[in-house]
């Protein structure tokens, strides 16, 4: 079938998006809109039915590259103005308790905005619900793919089937453990490296206070720098707030008891104690364990015209720079454009992608690593001062 262009005709690509998270839910309206067939596969249930997985950030940091793909796909307005809550600066937290605000711009007033996980995922697979070329197949993992011949085996997770699918493109949005990326390793003069940093994160939450407000300003991303260690609380919808801790591994190993946690927080968050609540405090923070953050560079980012890496599939960042999901979203706005550059020639598009994409996606990558230096440490000590730490790091 040939799906109409700007009024030009062009072949219909059938395409396989694998993984429904933000990134391929994303990928699947682009698509959707330029009239391609598209699978969308993704391993876990509809997020649309299941309860809040705990283990990811349940907020997330949208910032301009986001903003600038969900108005595209004509979610902005809804995203940003019904949902999302702007966050105008950093509310520093001391260790008296006391704080103060460093704006993200003064002079015009930017800023970015804390946005549901769920919520957005559940936004953009609704929307994709409006295409009738769109099919989604939820419970179904990826266990094998040929790349170059353009297929995939998928196993049902509910029943244990094996489903075979052909596509002419496969998009492999997987996230960091990409089955695409393993499958794509096996392909000459692919580079690829990983690391995992020696700290890990533990999310907590603020409850609303008893009138069903917010027990902190709202309008701020809050951090508590601690040296070697931080916290940070971004604001939800319900008024409530995430506390991310994140601190090395063997910080968090020492914590074993009760009374070692309670002393902890009260020597460095002793403000957040009240807010938290001690007995939630207790219960959150033993009740999961520390999840390790890993940041992964690989090019190229494609195999001939069959298949192509997108998201944290392409390039998991730390998140301290908050722009891994943003990232990925501008993957998505990229590609469009050069689907409209090189009108549907999948061979120039990859060609292109791959060539021009790794520059700006390693340059994120090196800025989260250092911006988490930036976030627990430097943002407390005054600039002349931050030359010579920068130094003995
Ligand atoms: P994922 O969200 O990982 O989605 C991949 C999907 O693929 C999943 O649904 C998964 O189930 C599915 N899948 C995996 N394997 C298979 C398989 N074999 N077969 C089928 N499906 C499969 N980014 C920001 O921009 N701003 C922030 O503020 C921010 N904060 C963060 C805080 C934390 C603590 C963390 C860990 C990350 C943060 N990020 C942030 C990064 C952001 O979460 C990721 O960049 C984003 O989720 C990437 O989206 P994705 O769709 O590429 O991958």
């Known amino acids: 079938m040939a799906a109409v262009q700007n009024g030009s005709p062009r072949k219909r690509l059938?395409?396989?998006?694998?993984?429904?998270?933000?990134?391929?839910?994303?990928?699947?309206?682009?698509?959707?809109?330029?009239?391609?067939?598209?699978?969308?596969?993704?391993?876990?249930?509809?997020?649309?039915?299941?309860?809040?997985?705990?283990?990811?950030?349940?907020?997330?940091?949208?910032?301009?590259?986001?903003?600038?793909?969900?108005?595209?796909?004509?979610?902005?307005?809804?995203?940003?103005?019904?949902?999302?809550?702007?966050?105008?600066?950093?509310?520093?937290?001391?260790?008296?308790?006391?704080?103060?605000?460093?704006?993200?711009?003064?002079?015009?007033?930017?800023?970015?905005?804390?946005?549901?996980?769920?919520?957005?995922?559940?936004?953009?697979?609704?929307?994709?619900?409006?295409?009738?070329?769109?099919?989604?197949?939820?419970?179904?993992?990826?266990i094998e793919a040929n790349l170059r011949k353009g297929t995939l085996k998928f196993q049902k997770t509910d029943t244990n089937q094996d489903v075979d699918v052909n596509a002419d493109l496969i998009i492999g949005a997987d996230g960091a453990f990409s089955a695409v990326r393993k499958a794509m390793m096996k392909q000459p003069l692919f580079d690829y490296s990983q690391t995992y940093i020696e700290h890990g994160y533990l999310e907590l939450c603020i409850p609303a206070d008893e009138s069903g407000g917010f027990q902190m300003p709202a309008n701020y991303l809050h951090i508590w720098p601690r040296g070697e260690f931080m916290m940070i609380a971004l604001p939800n919808q319900?008024?409530?707030?995430?506390?991310?801790?994140?601190?090395?591994?063997?910080?968090?190993?020492?914590?074993?008891?009760?009374?070692?946690?309670?002393?902890?927080?009260?020597?460095?968050?002793?403000?957040?104690?009240?807010?938290?609540?001690?007995?939630?405090?207790?219960?959150?923070?033993?009740?999961?364990?520390?999840s390790p953050l890993v940041a992964v560079k690989c090019r190229p980012y494609h195999v001939a015209n069959k298949a192509l890496l997108i998201g944290d599939a392409a390039h998991a960042v730390v998140p301290f720079y908050g722009q891994g999901m943003n990232a990925g979203f501008e993957d998505c706005t990229l590609l469009d454009q050069l689907f409209q550059k090189h009108k549907d020639d999948l061979v120039s598009i990859l060609e292109e992608f791959s060539k021009t994409r790794w520059q700006d996606t390693f340059a994120i990558s090196d800025l989260a690593m250092y911006n988490y230096i930036e976030m627990r440490d430097l943002v407390t000590r005054p600039s002349y001062r931050v030359r010579k730490a920068m130094d003995d790091i």
């Open 14 to 142: 059938d395409i396989v998006v694998v993984g429904g998270g933000l990134v391929g839910s994303l990928e699947a309206l682009y698509l959707a809109k330029r009239g391609h067939r598209v699978r969308l596969y993704e391993y876990r249930e509809d997020i649309r039915k299941s309860p809040q997985a705990r283990g990811r950030s349940i907020n997330l940091a949208l910032s301009i590259r986001g903003r600038k793909a969900l108005r595209d796909v004509g979610l902005e307005d809804h995203m940003v103005k019904k949902h999302g809550i702007p966050m105008t600066g950093r509310r520093i937290h001391r260790t008296d308790g006391s704080t103060y605000v460093i704006p993200y711009d003064s002079r015009t007033n930017q800023c970015i905005y804390s946005v549901g996980r769920n919520y957005l995922n559940s936004l953009l697979l609704q929307e994709s619900e409006r295409y009738e070329n769109v099919e989604r197949h939820f419970n179904h993992k990826l």
């Open 238 to 290: 319900d008024c409530s707030w995430t506390v991310t801790l994140f601190m090395p591994f063997t910080n968090f190993q020492n914590l074993d008891t009760e009374d070692k946690l309670i002393e902890f927080f009260e020597k460095y968050f002793p403000d957040s104690i009240p807010l938290i609540g001690k007995k939630k405090l207790i219960e959150d923070f033993f009740i999961g364990k520390p």
